[in-house]
T-cell receptor, first 110, second 112 residues
Framework: GESVGLHLPTLSVQEGDNSIINCAYS??????FIWYKQESGKGPQFIIDIRSNMDKRQGQRVTVLLNKTVKHLSLQIAATQPGDSAVYFC?????????FGKGTRLHILP | DGGITQSPKYLFRKEGQNVTLSCEQN?????MYWYRQDPGQGLRLIYYSQIVNDFQKGDIAEGYSVSREKKESFPLTVTSAQKNPTAFYLC???????????FGSGTRLTVV
């Protein structure tokens, strides 16, 4: 997952713009990747997932891209809205063990 | 509605006390998990269970205990041996062998 210290990296995006949140995963053997969204004071919620035999998957307003060559995962949110303000975690799994990244905080500018 | 319920939402513990956090799911999930989340940090695995009457330690099990007597329930006890228990505790469940978890809404534990 992302390598961060005590403070979460923050991405500030203007409302209506597209957001791109990045994640560097750690295990070459991981074959399933998930993005979660965690709003303040709540548990994480599933957003979208992708298997390693794909390089792109689209949902409603969200797209996940997977680059296995450089072990990189990204989450794209189209037309960012105030309700998208949250911490976003990537997760990887491949051998019954799931590894969560430390998260990126998405801040929406009015 | 199927889901996973954690209670209480807020919990205060005095020094030296044991407290138990509840986690119940009606999703028919086999596996259940407990994570700890500290401010600005990711999720750290405390304990997990893939089947009734069986559970395994995660990365930070010291000072915690669990039981899995029923498929639906996976309570976590924070014992007095846990020296820094103040944190946000998250319970999750999934079908075994999948990485797609359903999380509860969390319990915020504070030592007073």
């Amino acid at each position: 997952g992302e390598s961060v210290g005590l403070h979460l990296p923050t991405l500030s995006v203007q409302e209506g713009d597209n957001s791109i949140i990045n994640c560097a995963y750690s295990n070459s053997a991981s074959d399933y990747f998930i993005w979660y969204k965690q709003e303040s004071g709540k548990g994480p919620q599933f957003i979208i997932d992708i298997r390693s035999n794909m390089d792109k998957r689209q949902g409603q307003r969200v797209t996940v891209l997977l680059n296995k060559t450089v072990k990189h995962l990204s989450l794209q949110i189209a037309a960012t809205q105030p309700g998208d303000s949250a911490v976003y975690f990537c997760a990887e799994t491949g051998d019954d063990k799931i590894i969560f990244g430390k998260g990126t905080r998405l801040h929406i500018l009015p | 509605d199927g889901g996973i319920t954690q209670s209480p939402k807020y919990l205060f513990r005095k020094e030296g006390q044991n407290v138990t956090l509840s986690c119940e799911q009606n999703l028919n999930h086999d596996a259940m998990y407990w994570y700890r989340q500290d401010p600005g940090q990711g999720l750290r695995l405390i304990y997990y269970s893939q089947i009734v009457n069986d559970f395994q330690k995660g990365d930070i099990a010291e000072g915690y205990s669990v039981s899995r007597e029923k498929k639906e329930s996976f309570p976590l006890t924070v014992t007095s041996a846990q020296k820094n228990p103040t944190a946000f505790y998250l319970c999750a469940s999934s079908f075994s062998g999948t990485g797609r978890y359903t999380f509860g809404s969390g319990t915020r534990l504070t030592v007073v």
